[in-house]
C-alpha cells in the first residue's frame, strides 16, 4: 500500500526503535517535502487540564504525538469549518490544526466529546524520502485508517489490533511477544 496522508503507520513487529516500537501513527500529510503525523497509542500521564490551567475539569488525555516540537499541543479533531484552518487528513471528515481559539470557545461550550478530538505533545516528521528508506528497510506497514477505531480504540491493543485488521497474514503478528526471549 503506498504511503499518503490519512493513512496510518503500524511499526513491525522487529521495529527496536525506543519512540516507535508498537506504535500506530496516524499521518496528516505526505508530500514531496516530507511526512508529519502523530502516534495514536502513546497516552502520557497528563490530561487536558494539566497543560491547560483555565481548564480544571477537562479530562482528555494527552498523547505522546511524536518525538518533535515535544513542548507544543496539536490536535486532531472532527469539527471542520467550525475550527478556522483546520486542516483535512482525509476525506473521513477527520481534520488537524486550525484556530486554537475556535477550540477554546467548542471547549468552554461543551461542544467537544472525548472521541471528538485528540491532544498531542509533539507530533511525528520525516524529510522527504526518509521514510520511504525506512519503508525500504521494512519498519513499517502502511495501512488504512479506521479513524472511528482509533479514537475510540484501548491504546495498549491499538497496535495488535491494527495488524489484525490487516489481515490474515499480519494477525499472527499481532500477538508477536514484546520480548521475544520471554516467550
Partial sequence: MQVEQGKI?????????????????LLTEHNE??????????????????????????????????????????????????????????????????DFEDVVRLLRDNKIGMDDIRFFIGYSGWEADQLN?????????????????LMEEDMEQAWGNELKRMGSNFAVLGNFPEDPSMN
Fill in 33 to 98: 517535502h516530507g511526512t508529519m503525523g502523530f502516534v495514536m497509542n502513546k497516552p502520557m500521564h497528563l490530561r487536558l487540564k494539566d497543560v491547560l490551567p483555565m481548564f480544571p475539569d477537562l479530562m482528555h488525555p494527552l498523547y505522546k504525538g511524536g518525538p518533535v516540537a515535544d513542548n507544543q499541543l496539536f490536535f486532531i479533531h472532527r469539527f471542520g469549518i467550525e475550527i478556522n484552518n483546520a486542516m483535512p487528513v482525509s476525506k473521513s471528515g477527520w481534520y488537524w490544526g486550525g
Fill in 9 to 25: 503507520l503500524v511499526a513491525q513487529p522487529f521495529l527496536n526503535d525506543g519512540y516507535f516500537k508498537r506504535t500506530v501513527v
Fill in 133 to 149: 528508506g525506512e519503508l525500504e528497510s521494512k519498519a513499517w506497514y502502511v495501512a488504512n485508517a479506521d479513524y472511528k477505531l
